[in-house]
C-alpha cells in the first residue's frame, strides 16, 4: 500500500512543513510505501484548465496521488483557507484524489482560523469521495521555536494522526483490493 505525505508550503522557513517532517519520520519504518512530496522547489504550473495537465512534473505527481490509498497534507493556512499552492495542487491533479483517505496537518499564525481547512476538505469528501480523518493537527506560531516543533502535545497528536492515517488507510486499502 502506498501513502504520501505532502509538504504544501512553499516558504523554505515552513512551520508546517516541520509537521510533514515528524509524521513522515514516524510513517517511513511502517510496512508501506511512504512517500514525502515536496511542494517547494517543485515549480509546479498554476492550473489553467488546459495544458497543465500535460506537465511532465503534474503527470508524475497526479500518478502517485492515484497510486496512494492515503495522504497526509501539512498545509499552510492563508486568509482563512489552506495556502493557493494546496488547492492549485488539487486542482492540478483532480480525479487522482478518487477515494483517499485524507489528514491534515496545519500551520496558521494564530488561533482564530482553526476550521479553516472545512471549504477543502468538503471538496475532496464531495467532488473525490475522499474520507477525511475526524483528527486534524492545528498549530500556531507559539507552538515553534523558530522552525522547530517546541509544544511537546503537537508531537503526541502527530503520533496520534499518524496511528490513526495507518489504522484507517489500512481498512481503505483492504475495502478497495476486495472489490
Ligand atoms: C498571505 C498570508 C495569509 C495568512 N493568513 C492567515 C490566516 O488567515 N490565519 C492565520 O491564522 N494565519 C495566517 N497567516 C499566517 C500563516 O498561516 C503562518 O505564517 C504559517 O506559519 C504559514 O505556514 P508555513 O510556515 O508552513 O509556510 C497568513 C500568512 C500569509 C503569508
Redesign the pocket.
Known sequence: MNLIVI?????S???????AQFVYRELKDSEYNVDHIVLMGLNLPTCDGSSCYSNEKVVIVSEKIKKAAGILI????????V?AATKNLVELTGKAWNEKIVGFM????????YM?VMPFANSLMLDYRCTIIPRFVY???ED?ND?NIQNQKINKRLQELSNDFLHYSKIFGIKKDSR
Open positions: 509538504s504544501c508550503s512553499l516558504n522557513e515552513s512551520k508546517s512543513s516541520a509537521l501539512a498545509t499552510p493556512i492563508y486568509n482563512y483557507d495556502s496545519c500551520a496558521a499564525g494564530g488561533y482564530g482560523s479553516s498549530t500556531t506560531s515553534f522552525n
